[in-house]
């Protein structure tokens, strides 16, 4: 198995992914950053509308205000105003130089460029990065930017400030030296945004490696204990990896995606357990055997929720399928040892718990036999009398007859 010395539990993963190496650009895919997820709703783009301060002297005033507001463009970013983006005081942005005005700002779904430049609160330098490329919304970096750069017009330069909750988290970036809880200062400056580009039309080796990078993404989610991030990344992946292609495909290519294809199913498994999703974790152990049916990883997976589900006895048949596969595999063996002591112990309490229902059969037979014993012992003694005070009125009478004689 080309993943033997990785752990059962943990996501397949790999270096870096050929698209980053090929466009020379910096990534923060490969960062551990922790993200969140929050609602559009939570997002207010538009400031409040100002007040009307009573200067208006009548209807034609306001017809004309409002040709004007149609005709001139938006202004741009104000400066020097700090903007509370979630309202709880903990990430804000403050535009340093203004772009080119509201019209220009990048869409959720959209690939975007930025430089970077990472400080901690107290302005100790963490990093500067060039050209970072991400799609914003699908959780490629780290919260804040996230949220802020959807914020940014176009050649803005923004100061954001985050607490850690929207950063590295409680374990910080080691790659990073960001330490365990530490609020940001970024400096951002938005470079331009595009389309993504249309995955059907993609070459096979462009597909690949965006399936690639997606799930490695993922990878990182994982590995930070960011589950339900990890879901979302490997869904990504998925999609891209089961869309159709407009362009011609070699045999090796298709192998080669989907290979990364039933990676990302044994991932999104692993990450389903540990969020207590069995359903949807067997469904993706299911539809990883489906195109590779002797792959130990999902039988392994597909075992271990079979077992938290109670079906110990597809449990361990699944399991004993992929050791029989693997016979060295020490996880497997340990997995499975477990499992058939505990379903041993379960049968015992099964069969404990029915003599109760039902009574003890056993003394309930012997105290019938007992019972049936005495009676017959009752019975044989109150004959013995009879027969015995028959016997003896007989010899009575036959002596009183014999003296009348």
């Known amino acids: 198995m080309a993943d033997k010395e990785e752990t059962m539990d943990a996501p397949e993963n790999h270096d870096s992914s050929p698209a980053a190496k090929k466009n020379g650009r910096t990534s923060l895919l490969d960062s551990g950053e922790d993200f969140e997820v929050l609602d559009e709703e939570d997002i207010d783009d538009d400031p409040p509308p100002l007040e009307d301060a009573g200067g208006g002297k009548g209807k034609s005033t306001d017809v004309s205000d409002k040709r004007n507001e149609d005709t001139e463009p938006d202004p741009p970013g104000q400066v020097d105003e700090w903007l509370d983006v979630l309202g709880n005081d903990q990430l804000k942005k403050k535009v340093l130089e203004a772009g080119q005005g509201r019209n220009s700002r990048p869409q959720k779904g959209q690939n975007v460029k930025i430089n970077l430049k990472t400080s901690l609160k107290d302005g100790t330098l963490v990093e500067e990065q060039s050209d970072v490329a991400f799609t914003l919304g699908d959780g490629d970096v780290f919260q804040a930017l996230d949220l802020t750069v959807q914020l940014m017009e176009m050649g803005e330069k923004a100061l954001i400030q985050t607490d850690a909750k929207y950063a590295y988290g409680p374990r910080g970036s080691l790659e990073s030296k960001v330490p365990p809880n530490a609020e940001l200062s970024l400096e951002v400056e938005l470079l331009e945004s595009t389309d993504v580009p249309d995955v059907e039309l993609l070459p096979p080796i462009e597909k690949i490696a965006l399936a690639s990078l997606k799930r490695e993404r993922g990878n990182v989610h994982y590995q930070r204990g960011d589950y339900a991030f990890a879901v979302n990344s490997y869904s990504i992946a998925l999609q891209i990896t089961e869309s159709s292609s407009k362009v011609d495909i070699t045999p090796e290519e298709e192998d080669e995606l989907m290979d990364v294809k039933v990676k990302c199913l044994n991932n999104m498994a692993a990450s389903q357990l ?33 077992a938290l589900q109670g079906e110990y006895t597809e449990a361990i048949q699944t399991l004993r399928k992929a050791l029989k596969l693997e016979p060295s595999n020490k996880t497997i063996h340990a997995e499975l040892s477990k499992l058939v002591k505990k379903n041993s112990e379960q049968r015992g309490a099964e069969q404990a718990m029915y003599k109760k229902m039902l009574g003890n059969p056993t003394s309930s037979n012997s105290g019938t036999q007992k019972h049936r014993a005495k009676s017959s012992w009752g019975l044989s003694w109150k004959w013995l009398f009879g027969a015995t005070a028959v016997a003896i009125g007989g010899v009575a009478l036959s002596v009183v007859i014999a003296a009348r004689n």
């Open 274 to 306: 540990k969020l207590d999703h069995y359903d949807a974790a067997l469904k993706s152990c299911v539809s990883a055997l489906a195109h590779q049916p002797e792959n130990i990883k999902a039988l392994f997976r597909m075992g271990k929720v079979l």
